[in-house]
Each structure stands twice: as C-alpha cells, then as structure tokens.
C-alpha cells in the first residue's frame, strides 16, 4: 500500500514558480519499483496528465503543454514538480499518483494505482 500527499500550491502571478512536492510512505523498501506522475483537474475540465518518472532510472515523460516550463524530479521519498513560466491556464488542481513500473511511463490515468487527495494551483494574469 502507497499513501501520497501533496504539498506546495498555492496563488502566484503569471510568469512566476512553484514548487510542488508528493511525499510517499507506505512502500520505502520498494520505492525503486514505482513510477510517479503529476495529473491536473482545471476548474470545470477534465483531469490531464501532467508529467510523470520512473523512480528505478529517471526516465521523464511530460505533456507537451508543459515540455520545457515544468520539471519533474525524485528527492528520497519525494517527487518535485518544479513550475515554472505559470500561465493562467495552468490553474488546477494537481494531484500525484504512483504505478508500479516496468521500465514504462503511462498518460492513461487508469495506469495509477494510488492518488493523493490534490493542491490547488492557482494562477493569475
């Protein structure tokens, strides 16, 4: 069993940062065989995916709408989501969630086994 939480959103101008965190407990003995990503929900839209690692090696896989302004990264226990450049658009809120891995990154929401409960984001012109 995974548990995760999110920590770090919150209101931020356009053009500015923030640094979103996913802390896991629950499986430190096997974090090496999970993949985490980032999905966002924006007000009154679907949830998307964000961008997600694979903790055994680091591979990345991101949507292209946040290619090259966001960064996903793994600290011990905890997987970043550095923003960056934020854009209006980027309001939502962002939720991590794990897999177990394969060595494959997925978008496909039904790939994740464990959720955390969401940070809002929230970003203005």
């Known amino acids: 069993q995974v548990t995760l939480a999110e920590s770090g959103g919150g209101s931020v101008q356009a053009g500015g940062s923030l640094r979103l965190s996913c802390a896991a407990s629950?499986?430190?003995?096997?974090?090496?065989?999970?993949?985490v990503a980032w999905f966002r929900q924006p007000p009154v839209a679907v949830r998307e995916f964000v961008a997600a690692?694979?903790?055994?090696?680091?591979k990345t896989l991101y949507n292209d709408s946040v290619q090259g302004r966001f960064a996903i990264t793994r600290d011990n226990s905890k997987t970043i989501l550095q923003l960056n450049s934020l854009k209006p658009e980027d309001t939502a809120v962002y939720f991590c969630?794990?897999?177990?891995?394969?060595?494959?990154?997925?978008?496909?929401?039904?790939?994740?086994?464990?959720w955390g409960h969401g940070t809002r984001v929230i970003v203005s012109s």
């Open positions: 690692i694979g903790w055994m090696d680091g």
């Open positions: 969630a794990a897999a177990h891995y394969d060595g494959a990154l997925w978008e496909e929401e039904r790939r994740y086994n464990y």
């Open positions: 629950g499986h430190t003995s096997t974090s090496n065989r999970y993949a």
